[in-house]
């Protein structure tokens, strides 16, 4: 290139480039990287094999398993199979099966759990590289149990590299298809969801499997044991609830998706023999614990629950319309009770009553509640509802509403007391003027 700098006839300056000195070297260089870049894409027509001997290497650091040939490739499986007497924390694997289908139905409120028994459901839990869901995250890890013949086997598909996600989903379907319905611990909201997103993106396959009748055993999990432990995490629920113990080869699930990252990283699988295992016990966990939480809500059973596990099934009772087995957990949780639960079971209790219009069963309730809690004008308002309209004995209506005032006294001042205050003043004045004071 020649660039030549002076001035013109007006005295101002100006730049002269002669372009035509790079044209040829430019053209050169636009062939070479031209070039450089068709090689680059051939490299990467190329590169699945080259993954593919990355992922055998690393199948020597993994638990023994099976390739598995998919029309998308390669995949990888480890199987494993319990017998019905193996022993999982506080029960056995086949201990599962003495519970009826249609009660499972009943507690996870899908109708089509009890159209076959509980041996054809699937149990499911998957490992992937983040919590946040979305196209964004991989399931490397897919945990499905399923009962056979004589025992109970584990199937568990790891994806060795991302580029065999396709030949992975191909070969689970086989065990989805087979399911009548899922078992999972808050697999509705992760799990299943994010299994549909991935056939869509790995196969292009849209697959409903949120339609596949589903015990998802968090809620139920919530329902009985929120008022009993710290938290209803799965880790909690196997040692508070379940006696399960994991040995030292576990991991913590949240150190699970750096582990993975970097398995890919480096090709060092050893850290995934542990996710293997948590996975592993997972599943398991999820058969143990699905049949303490149907134990629980077996009509037989109810001796032997705690206080906050009776409340818990009156109220799914209560909430189901089945008045009379409610009645009885109600009694059941009203008699192991301590001062705690026993201002709730109260509470529930009569409030349950009072909706079945047993409004005199409930008046022992309401005054049970006023020695516990002096300072709750709730349960005198009741009893004053309860003379003024059922009883028509205004003069213990009104002794009743007076008391209600007086629990008020203790309030701190603030909008919530001036406005049940002002509701208890106006059934005082009402009531005066019934009785002609």
């Excluded at 050169?28 to 031209?34: A, P």
């Excluded at 699945?48 to 992922?55: D, F, G, N, V, Y």
């Excluded at 159209?115 to 459901?121: E, G, V």
């Excluded at 009770?337 to 079971?345: C, M």
Aim: glycine residues 8%.
């Amino acid at each position: 290139m020649r660039r030549h700098i002076g001035t013109g006839s007006d005295g101002s300056w100006s730049l002269d480039f002669n372009w035509k000195a790079r044209e040829v070297p430019m053209q050169k260089r636009g062939q070479s990287e031209l070039k450089r870049r068709l090689k680059r894409l051939g490299d990467r027509r190329r590169s699945p094999k080259r993954r593919r001997r990355a992922a055998d290497r690393t199948t020597s650091g993994l638990p023994p398993g099976e390739v598995i040939q998919t029309p998308h490739g390669e995949t990888y499986r480890i199987a494993k199979v319990f017998a019905m007497e193996h022993q999982h924390g506080s029960g056995l694997i086949g201990d599962l099966l003495s519970h009826e289908s249609q009660l499972a139905a009943k507690i996870a409120g899908q109708s089509g759990l009890g159209d076959y028994p509980l041996d054809h459901l699937v149990f499911l839990d998957t490992e992937t590289t983040g919590l946040a869901g979305g196209a964004g995250t991989l399931v490397f890890l897919v945990g499905v149990g399923a009962f056979f013949e004589g025992g109970f086997r584990l199937r568990q598909y790891f994806l060795r590299d991302p580029a065999e996600e396709a030949a992975l989903l191909h070969a689970l379907q086989e065990d989805l298809e087979k399911a009548t319905g899922f078992v999972t611990f808050n697999g509705r909201a992760f799990d299943v969801p994010l299994l549909e997103i991935r056939y869509v993106m790995g196969l292009r396959r849209q697959w409903s499997l949120s339609t596949v009748p589903h015990f998802d055993l968090l809620f139920p999990a919530r329902r009985l044991w929120k008022r009993l432990l710290p938290d209803c995490t799965l880790g909690t629920l196997e040692r508070e609830v379940c006696a399960i113990e994991r040995t030292g080869e576990d991991v913590p699930g949240s150190e699970i998706p750096a582990l993975y990252l970097d398995y890919l990283r480096t090709g060092d699988a050893s850290q995934m023999r542990r996710v293997i295992y948590h996975n592993e016990v997972d599943v398991l966990s999820l058969v143990t614990l699905a049949s303490q939480i149907l134990r629980r809500h077996r009509p037989d059973d109810l001796a032997a629950l705690s206080a906050a596990e009776a409340l818990a099934v009156a109220r799914w009772h209560q909430e189901a319309g089945r008045s009379d087995h409610a009645d009885q957990a109600f009694s059941q949780a009203r008699t192991k009770s301590a001062r705690g639960i026993r201002l709730e079971v109260l509470r529930y209790q009569t409030i349950h009553l009072k909706r079945e219009g047993r409004h005199e069963e409930a008046l022992d309730g309401w005054r049970a509640w006023t020695k516990l809690t002096p300072d709750d004008p709730r349960p005198s308002i009741e009893l004053a509802k309860y003379y003024e309209w059922k009883a028509q004995d205004l003069e213990e209506a009104y002794k009743w509403a007076e008391s209600a005032l007086v629990c008020l006294t203790h309030w701190s001042a603030g909008w919530r007391r001036d406005q049940v205050w002002e509701e208890i003043q106006h059934r005082l004045e009402r009531l005066a003027r019934k009785l002609g004071k």
